[in-house]
């Protein structure tokens, strides 16, 4: 109703000015060769008005019609948009109800209609329905679909991702996160990845420089792992001919965490095979005080000082004082109690198995009484008796694999065959499982899987 009186109120006003211009006195004479030609100037004015109105309109005719083409193509638009949202909603549907072969077909038939933008979710649709279909010879198909797309292209290479990491190829892996981090340098979950995959491929030196860019994304992982690539660097130098560079790794790895047994163990050593003997017992002494570990006694065994002439039992004293700093240890008084039998010091040895017996009820005391008593009283019934502890006892203190719950007598970077790193803590409760130990979690992510 408005739109009608507003176009009556145009058309009076042009009608009132016509007739305001009409009724003006007045006349326009035109001389043209011998004619002359005399207009009254309010019929002038009229005419003038209606040549601009027919301008006017004239213009907006052609201006519509050069439209015409973008607004047929706008409604075509439209018209595809509306049957690509209606094919969607219903793909939706059919998948909700397990009729994926349905779900894939009105998908396709979504991203058909829907402009490249908006395709999304379609491609989504598809890659989910062709996943659940479980009858496609490419497993990585359904992830090529999603890579079609700016939105789902970082669903697509995470899919590849951990596809290649199912059947154990790392380094597609480890290339596909890259490429992913790369195109999505603002998403930090693929730092986690991107390092994981390093690791597995076992690219030391690029694992320490992501540990060096993203200390604040990985965390722990960082503080936790980087001791063990270092002794990981340490140990590769050393087997392959270079005792320098591994003595740089193995500082390293001492500074990173010099409380940690294997790094201490590796960085004593060195200076031990360089002849640097009061270093290393420097080292080793401030070691084994702040804590007995067995990993320690191969050391003391190589920095034992030289037999005297007139002083006896040189090695026996030697770790007697090494107890002293631990006198309620169960493997000061174990490492007393071996040199005791291998220096025949038969009551001595006695003397420290008994005080080992009072502090823990390992397999190793009862192997060392069972030592004893076949270098003795050599009695079968009581050799028999200590077999029978000893096969019920559990050992001291072992290295755990925080995944797999599996014991390992010394410590490594790599647990195989599940090509795990750095799992493996010291642990005096042997019985017990770690908390991560659960059926179905022994590694999170596709990472476990593979292994």
């Known amino acids: 109703m408005f739109r009608a009186l507003w176009y009556i109120l145009k058309i009076i006003v042009v009608v009132g000015v016509a007739v305001y211009l009409m009724v ?12 002359q030609i005399t207009i009254q100037l309010g019929y002038a004015a009229v005419a003038l008005l ?18 015409w083409p973008a607004h047929l193509a706008r409604s075509r638009a439209e018209r595809r948009r509306t049957k690509g949202y209606r094919a969607l909603m219903q793909s939706l549907s059919a998948a909700a109800t397990g009729d994926q072969q349905n779900a894939y077909y009105l998908a396709h038939r979504a991203q058909k209609f829907l402009p490249e933008t ?39 290479i995470q899919g590849l991702t951990q596809n290649a990491i199912l059947v154990g190829n790392f380094e597609k892996a480890l290339l596909l996160a890259r490429k992913a981090f790369a195109e999505n340098p603002k998403n930090l979950s693929l730092v986690r990845a ?43 130098a050393k087997d392959q001919g270079r005792p320098d560079e591994a003595v740089e790794f193995y500082k390293k790895a001492y500074r990173a965490d010099s409380e ?49 002439t007139g002083k006896p039992n ?55 009484w069972v030592l004893l008593e076949e270098k003795t009283s050599n009695k079968p019934e009581v050799i028999r008796q200590w077999l029978d ?29 599940e090509n795990l790193f750095n799992t493996l803590v010291w642990t005096i409760d ?18 476990a899987a593979s292994s």
Request: aromatic fraction near 10%; glycine fraction near 6%.
């Open 430 to 447: 042997v019985a017990a499982k770690p908390a991560s130990f659960i059926a179905g979690d022994v590694i999170s992510g596709a990472l």
């Open 24 to 35: 003006q006195p007045g006349e326009i004479m035109i001389d043209w060769h011998d004619y």
């Open 194 to 236: 991107v390092y994981d995959l390093e690791i597995k491929n076992r690219l030391w030196n690029d694992a320490l420089v992501t540990l060096d860019k993203h200390k604040k994304t990985l965390g722990e992982v960082a503080d936790q792992d980087l001791k063990a690539i270092y002794i990981v660097l340490g140990d590769m």
């Open 50 to 67: 209606i040549a601009f109105v027919m301008v006017a309109g004239l213009s907006e005719m052609v201006t519509r019609l050069s439209l």
């Open 314 to 368: 040189t090695k026996f004293r030697w770790f007697q004082w090494i107890a002293e700093f631990h006198p309620q240890s169960e493997i000061a008084q174990l490492a007393l109690a071996r040199v005791a039998i291998e220096e025949q010091l038969w009551g001595e040895a006695r003397i420290a198995l008994a005080q080992a017996e009072k502090f823990g009820k390992s397999a190793e005391i009862y192997k060392l």
């Open 389 to 417: 502890r000893a096969y019920q006892a559990s050992p001291a203190g072992t290295w755990m694999c925080l995944k797999t719950g599996r014991h390992f007598a010394t410590w490594q970077a790599i647990v195989e065959p």
């Open 118 to 156: 908006e395709s999304g979710l379609p491609l989504l649709l598809q890659a989910q329905a062709m996943a659940q279909k479980g009858d496609v010879e490419d497993q990585d198909e359904p992830y090529k679909i999603l890579i079609k797309n700016a939105d789902t292209a970082l669903l697509g």
């Open 260 to 308: 940690f047994v294997p790094a201490n163990v590796r960085y004593i050593q060195s200076f031990i095979d360089a002849g640097a003997i009061r270093k290393a017992r420097s080292l080793l002494e401030k070691a084994w005080k702040r804590e007995a570990h067995p990993d320690y006694i191969p050391l003391w065994n190589a920095l034992v000082p030289e037999q005297k």
